[in-house]
Structure formats: C-alpha cells, structure tokens
C-alpha cells in the first residue's frame, strides 16, 4: 500500500491517499472514498511509500480513474448545484443574512451539498440550513472563503487580458503585500495593480525575487551616483536589462549600463567608513 497526493474540492485542498492497486499519474481525474462520501480529485504526485508511524487523518481512499459515465454523472451534479442556486439565493434572502453566495457543490454520490460563500464576519446560518436540508433532503455543509477564493473558483479575465492565474495554474494563494509593488517602481495606486477579487494582484510575488536579487546590484532610486557623463541622481532602474536612468546636474536624463556608473563621493565615504 502507497499514498498519492491529490488535490480535492473546489479550493484545491491537498491531502495523502490511500491508493491500492490503482495506477495512477500527476494530473489523473480520480474517484476517492472518505468518511465525507464519494468525490473527485486529481492527482498532483507521484505514489511514495506509506509511513507506518503517520496515521491517516482523513482516510481518502482512491477508488479509479474517472471513466465517461463518471464525467457524465459529475456534469448532472453540476447542472443540479445550478439549478439549486436560484433557490438558495432566495432563501439567504429572506433570512437577510449578510453572505454573498458563491457557488453550490455536489459531492459525487450526491450526499451532501456544499454551500460556498463570502461575508465580512461570522454569520449565523443554522436556520437557514435546516431550511435548506428539509427542502432538499441532504446534509449541507456551509464553506466560508475569503474574496481571492471566490475569484478562483468564478473565474475572469485580468488586467494582461488573459484568464487569471489562481483560477488556471496557481495551487497556493500566497499573500501579496505593497512592498512588491514598491520595489518594481509599480504606480501607487492600488486600482492599478488590483485583481479581480481587490486585492493586489498575485503576479506581483512572481517577479519578487528576481527584483530583490536585483536591488542589491542596482542603487535605489534618489541616489547619487558618478556616470561617464557627470554626477546625477538615479531616477530609475530596469532590472532585466541591468540599466539605470540617471538624471545629470546638467538637466538631461540618460540610460547607462549598470556596470559604467559607481556610487557618489558621499555614498562611497559612507561605505568606506563602515
């Protein structure tokens, strides 16, 4: 017996499987068993040997691959979480909770519907659920998420005009700070750099590192600096190309390479006497 990670769900939790004499590779569509039921998941690695001392939490179980009818039934459940979603809306409504509803899931045997929503704080919702499971007849199971979630699982198109990267290929949503924005010489208008979901936009840490690396060959911005055209003061860097815009005493502002200017009389005491 070995275990494979998989994702499940619509937030792309990971969790270890059990799998058993199932062939399975990174980016397989697979059935699994928990306590919670029957659902879908793909596969993210390799199979590795099982840890003995590790006892498994959750107790997924990979049951096989997706096969037509399954794709078939997982469409049906799809269709039915849309069709619910008119209804839920109306009775959130009537119980004037203040959530945003975002989506409706159907585990894959249809025993339980997962409700995903969005809210600023705590809401009570236990009537609503009792509500909800009298009419539909199933467990359900409330899943508060935070607003770069929600634009994961909807979807859109960002800012480069293509679709955005936590709903197509990101599996962490990592946090994203201004910090970023300042050392790549972004606009300061938050608006500028924001994505669907208002918050900055995750291609910011993408980039991060290479700036940082940069930023110790590179001198800041304001600073005085000596280049073969006379003293100036470095209104911008290019980190890619390794240049830096300087703007001379002289008024003029060029481009030199990063190599061909050395730091200011002052700028050079200071690192000297340290």
């Known amino acids: 017996m070995s275990r494979v990670v998989i994702e499940i769900g619509l937030l792309r939790n990971r ?18 068993a928990s306590s919670e039921g029957l659902n879908t998941a793909t596969v993210i690695s390799s199979p590795h040997p099982e840890k003995p001392d590790k006892k498994d939490k959750y107790e997924w179980k990979v049951i096989r691959t997706l096969t037509k009818e399954d794709y078939r039934i997982l469409q049906e459940n799809r269709n039915a979480a849309d069709e619910k979603t008119v209804e839920v809306k109306e009775e959130i409504r009537k119980e004037n909770l203040t959530m945003n509803l ?38 359900i199971q409330m899943v508060q998420i935070g607003v770069r979630d929600e634009a994961a699982i909807l979807g ?10 936590c709903s197509r290929f990101l599996r962490d949503i990592e946090t994203v700070n201004i910090d970023m924005a300042r050392h790549q010489n972004l606009v300061q208008n938050t608006e500028n750099i924001s994505g669907c979901c208002g918050r900055l936009l995750c291609c910011l840490r993408f980039e991060e590192k290479l700036y940082c690396k940069a930023g110790h060959k590179l001198p800041c911005l304001g600073k005085k600096v000596l280049t073969p055209s006379g003293k100036g003061t470095v209104s911008g860097v290019d980190p890619f190309k390794e240049t830096i815009k300087v703007n001379l005493k002289s008024g003029e502002e060029k481009e030199f390479k990063a190599d061909s200017v050395s730091p200011g ?10």
């Open 156 to 165: 859109g198109i960002g800012l480069c005009g293509r679709e955005i990267c």
């Open 102 to 139: 975002t989506r409706l899931n159907y585990t894959y045997d249809r025993s339980k519907l997962y409700v995903y929503y969005t809210a600023e704080g705590r809401v009570d919702f236990r009537n609503l659920i009792r509500k909800l499971g009298s009419r539909f007849k199933i467990r």
């Open 265 to 274: 009389i002052k700028e050079r005491l200071k690192k000297w006497i340290k």
């Open 15 to 32: 969790f270890d499987a059990l799998i058993t004499r199932v062939e399975t590779n990174p980016g397989d569509r697979v059935l699994v």
